[in-house]
């Protein structure tokens, strides 16, 4: 083990950043996750990736806590905002301004500090709700400023951001995870969950998880309040 690769892996404990864990996992790396307190309307999620990265053997998770609530502008981060419900043309209200470019931030950071050079997210620009930071342009973009505003690399190191959900359909991000032991049950992906993980099954990312396993052919493990 010691000699394995070590990245570091985003995990929020959704589905998707879920199923990420276990292919980083399985492609044979040493993963460090890493989850983000960011003033997000619940912590169940958070809850639900301590989980994740116990099951799928973790090497470390780390939690950090930022207040993009101090900055608003979203539903997930403004309770004055509510959470649509019904789908909605363009960008929703849910998009967090400058969301992923803050974790892929915070990631690279540990990236050099525990000798990684290897950065996984689970963005997917097929069944998403639009977010222009879950886009293949965004990816290339902060890798080009990964490798010239590090001291790893300015010294020759070559850092390299991984998103292998970028062009999945949910159904196939489900059957992956399934196939690699990913037990959905214990993620959450609702953006307005209750204090116990329990999904509204109204809002944008309960319908495309909904849609995903039937598309998949697997039964819905979320539970609902």
Same mark, same amino acid.
């Given at each position: 083990?010691?000699?394995?690769?070590?990245?570091?892996?985003?995990?929020?404990? *959704?589905?998707?950043?879920?199923?990420?864990?276990?292919?980083a996992?399985?492609?044979?790396?040493?993963?460090?996750?890493?989850?983000?307190?960011? *003033?997000?309307?619940?912590i169940?999620?958070?809850?639900?990736?301590?989980?994740?990265?116990?099951?799928?053997?973790?090497?470390?998770?780390?939690?950090i806590?930022?207040?993009l609530?101090?900055?608003?502008?979203?539903?997930?981060?403004?309770?004055?905002?509510?959470v649509?419900?019904?789908?909605?043309? *363009?960008?929703?209200?849910?998009y =967090?301004?400058?969301?992923?470019?803050?974790?892929?931030?915070?990631?690279?950071?540990q990236?050099?500090?525990?000798?990684?050079?290897?950065?996984?997210?689970?963005?997917?620009? =097929?069944?998403?709700?639009?977010?222009?930071?879950?886009?293949?342009?965004?990816?290339?973009?902060?890798?080009?400023?990964?490798? =010239?505003?590090?001291k790893?690399? =300015?010294?020759?190191?070559?850092?390299?951001?991984?998103?292998?959900?970028?062009?999945?359909?949910?159904?196939?991000?489900?059957?992956?995870g399934?196939?690699?032991?990913?037990?959905?049950?214990?993620?959450?992906?609702?953006?307005?969950a209750?204090?116990?993980?329990?999904?509204?099954?109204?809002?944008?990312?309960?319908?495309i998880?909904?849609?995903?396993?039937?598309?998949?052919?697997?039964?819905?493990?979320?539970?609902?309040?």
């Open positions: 083990m010691s000699a394995a690769p070590k990245a570091v892996v985003l995990l929020s404990g *959704g589905l998707d950043s879920a199923t990420v864990l276990a292919i996992r399985d492609a044979g790396y040493q993963c460090h996750a890493l989850s983000v307190a960011y *003033g997000q309307r619940h169940a999620e958070l809850k639900a990736a301590e989980r994740v990265a116990a099951r799928l053997g973790a090497v470390g998770h780390t939690h806590e930022v207040n609530d101090a900055i608003g502008g979203s539903a997930l981060t403004d309770r004055r905002i509510a649509p419900e019904a789908p909605s043309s *363009g960008i929703p209200v849910t =967090v301004p400058a969301r992923n470019t803050l974790f892929l931030s915070l990631a690279l950071g990236a050099e500090v525990v000798g990684a050079r290897d950065l996984f997210i689970g963005v997917n620009a =097929v069944d998403y709700s639009g977010y222009p930071d879950c886009r293949p342009e965004f990816i290339a973009a902060f890798e080009t400023l990964a490798n =010239v505003a590090t790893a690399g =300015v010294e020759g190191a070559r850092f390299r951001i991984h998103t292998p959900l970028i062009a999945w359909h949910k159904a196939e991000i489900i059957r992956r399934a196939a690699l032991g990913v037990d959905f049950a214990e993620t959450v992906s609702c953006y307005q209750d204090q116990d993980g329990r999904a509204c099954g109204k809002c944008d990312s309960c319908r998880r909904a849609d995903g396993f039937s598309a998949a052919g697997l039964a819905d493990p979320t539970r609902y309040r």
